[in-house]
């Protein structure tokens, strides 16, 4: 069973914003609120990298590309975690996924959320 579920990716043009949605399950949500959660993406071609990561008091941090445009935030109530995404720009087209930070979590990866960014 699939523990961690994405949604929210869509087609946008250049400039436009998404928000990305990243929820628990039942079974998964007290490990989900304790740790760091990070967003990650995976281009075409090349390997996924992570783009912002929150810890389980919510400090952020974020990759240079896509710092002052992305914005990861968690609401504990709901185990989710967002990535709200502005600004958008075609180099930001990928699958988007969440996951743990750390590598001991790290297991499967679900299937992401498809981001498409067109000029």
């Known amino acids: 069973q699939v523990q961690l579920v994405e949604s929210g990716g869509g087609l946008v043009q250049a400039g436009g914003s998404l928000r990305l949605s990243c929820t628990a399950s039942?079974?998964?949500?007290?490990?989900?609120?304790?740790?760091?959660i990070g967003w990650y993406r995976q281009a075409p071609g090349k390997q996924r990298e992570l783009v912002a990561l929150?810890?389980?008091?919510?400090?952020?941090n974020y990759t240079d590309s896509v710092k002052d445009r992305f914005t990861i935030s968690r609401d504990y109530a709901k185990s989710t975690v967002y990535l709200q995404m502005n600004s958008l720009k075609p180099e930001d087209t990928a699958v988007y996924y969440c996951?743990?930070?750390?590598?001991?979590?790290?297991?499967?990866w679900g299937q992401g959320t498809q981001v498409t960014v067109s000029s």
């Open positions: 929150i810890s389980r008091s919510g400090n952020t």
């Open positions: 996951n743990y930070y750390w590598p001991a979590l790290v297991g499967a």
């Open positions: 039942g079974s998964s949500r007290i490990t989900f609120r304790m740790n760091a």
